[in-house]
């Protein structure tokens, strides 16, 4: 009896975690430069927002839109004209857009770590043929790169924000530190923690949605939600629907009809 009354104020003390009335967000996760999914997944996204009736309506993009996959320069620009389109859009700077802008901006080895990280893909997306990338030097790179990519796009990124609240969720690229404040938590982490974050056990502050980290499908846990599909290696792209108290899952995967 003292078990079932236990069990009871527990669940009465942890309400399930709620999106605002008269809200609905999606949350999408890492794109990776797979502009085709991109395409799909938005119309998709579209369709199911229309079919569930009014709403103020968020599109979260939690960050890594570039390399690695075929069209970062694409995707950016798709999302360039989404953002005009919709300003109820908001974007997540992942780790991959912070060394991006990095090495636009010539710091010390960021070009480096960029081409190390996937960043090869998004250099052959603005233009620069693959033959010429190999023989290239790094100045060489940074001269072409800074040339070939467009100053709107540049700005578009470094507009990006570290972390979204909306009611009972925060929106991170790849997490946050457990024993931190949220109003705490440094950029660094918010963009490429892992470990600490993945293997916490309890609750925290908010229920964190995040990226960074490939999972099959939504991975979701008591504290968090993962929503990063691996777009580029898997052909498949997700975002998390949510409202009021409950979830679903938009998806679209490149070898489905």
Known sequence: MLKKLLKGRRAAASPAAAIPDGERVYAIGDVHGCAALLDRLLAKIAADDADRGPARTTLIFLGDLVDRGPDSA????????????????????????????????????????????GGRETILSYGVDAAD???MDYDELYDALTR?????????????????????????????????????????????????????????????????????????????????TGAYETGKLTALGL?????WTVQVEANAE
């Not at 919709?86 to 960029?114: C, I, Q, W, Y």
């Not at 409202?243 to 979830?247: A, L, V």
Request: hydrophobic share 40%.
């Open 74 to 117: 694409g995707v950016i620009e798709r999302l360039c004209r989404l953002a005009a389109e919709r300003p109820d859009t908001r974007f997540l700077l992942g780790n991959h857009e912070e060394v991006f802008l990095e090495s636009l901006r010539g710091e010390p080895k960021a070009l480096r770590m960029f081409c190390r990280i």
């Open 133 to 135: 990338y190999d023989r």
């Open 148 to 228: 070939r990519v467009p100053a709107d796009h540049q700005a578009f990124l470094g507009g990006f924000e570290d972390l979204i609240v909306i009611g009972d969720y925060a929106f991170v690229h790849a997490g946050v530190r457990p024993d931190t404040d949220l109003a705490m938590q440094r950029g660094a982490d918010l963009r490429w923690i892992r470990k600490p974050f993945l293997d916490h056990n309890g609750t925290l502050e908010k229920m964190i949605v995040h990226g960074h980290t490939i999972s099959q499908d939504l991975d979701v846990q008591s504290y968090r939600i993962g929503v990063d």
């Open 243 to 247: 409202e009021s108290t409950s979830r």
